[in-house]
């Protein structure tokens, strides 16, 4: 089978229900992709976030045929689209009298050995970067479950628990130290306003977890000095399962808080 070059970084991602594998994908998302790449982009479903390699990738061109007006999921209040499930690595579309083995397209191997290569793919990293994304995504992933976790799923300073306004983020940043990356240690669970703040060193915290603002606010706007003094001194709330490492907040004051960068 040929995959043509760099197609894989044209796919669709659908995120599969953990334990019963379920799917679905709108006649309107298949369209906008047919139409820009005709068939030549891949379906690529993952299965449980926190498992590194559980996923499929799946050529369109190899399962186009199923993926017709027929096989239309029934349920007429909601807009066309197709609904299926994998179990024991068979595909299934709602409707559709047979099943499609897809073991050959799970996690990574084999859908590098199924590349036809030439002398310009051979120079080609496109594939292997694609799929090393979709394993950082998966383990940024575990790392939010983690650090929502460790702080009771609520922002641990305003106590917020709307997960869609949840973010976990690093206290050493991602590009900083590999090593820290994963580590719940070095995550807070922020409102995404205090998450943007924190990442950009308009706050930082003591050693003893007290919520430390610049010296020098009234540089910032009226908008920003009243949100960091609403908030000046706040001790965030105790993580229940992984400490906040003291070295950890060090280095963001001294490194990353605008008190100490040049700000």
Not at 21 to 31: G, T, V
Not at 121 to 135: H, M, R, T, V
Request: hydrophobic share 35%.
């Amino acid at each position: 089978m040929k995959i043509l070059k760099n197609i894989l970084k044209k796919t669709i991602f659908e995120q599969l229900v953990q334990k019963s594998y379920w799917f679905d994908f709108s006649l309107k998302k298949l369209q906008e992709y047919i139409s820009k790449f005709n068939n030549n982009f891949n379906i690529v479903i993952i299965g449980d976030k926190n498992k590194i390699g559980d996923f499929y990738i799946i050529p369109f061109s190899d399962i186009k045929h199923i993926f017709i007006e027929k096989h239309f999921s029934r349920d007429k209040d909601r807009s066309p689209r197709w609904v299926g499930t994998i179990n024991n690595n068979l595909l299934k579309i709602s409707n559709c009298d047979f099943s499609l083995d897809c073991s050959q397209y799970y996690g990574n191997k084999n859908i590098i050995d199924n590349i036809v290569t030439n002398d310009d793919e051979k120079n080609d990293y496109a594939i292997q970067n694609k799929l090393a994304e979709i394993k950082i995504r998966q383990k940024q992933s575990k790392f939010r479950k983690l650090v929502l976790e460790n702080f009771n799923n609520k922002c641990c300073i305003s106590g917020i628990i709307e997960s869609d306004l949840l973010r976990a983020g690093h206290i050493i940043p991602w590009a900083k130290n590999i090593e820290t990356r994963l580590n719940p240690s070095n995550g807070l669970c922020l409102f995404v306003l205090y998450d943007i703040l924190f990442d950009q060193g308009y706050f930082s915290l003591t050693d003893d977890k007290k919520i430390l603002i610049p010296n020098n606010i009234n540089n910032f706007s009226d908008e920003i000095k009243r949100i960091l003094l609403s908030i000046k001194g706040m001790e965030i709330l105790k993580p229940k399962n992984y400490e906040i490492k003291v070295e950890y907040i060090k280095f963001h004051r001294e490194n990353i808080f605008k008190e100490n960068n040049g700000a």
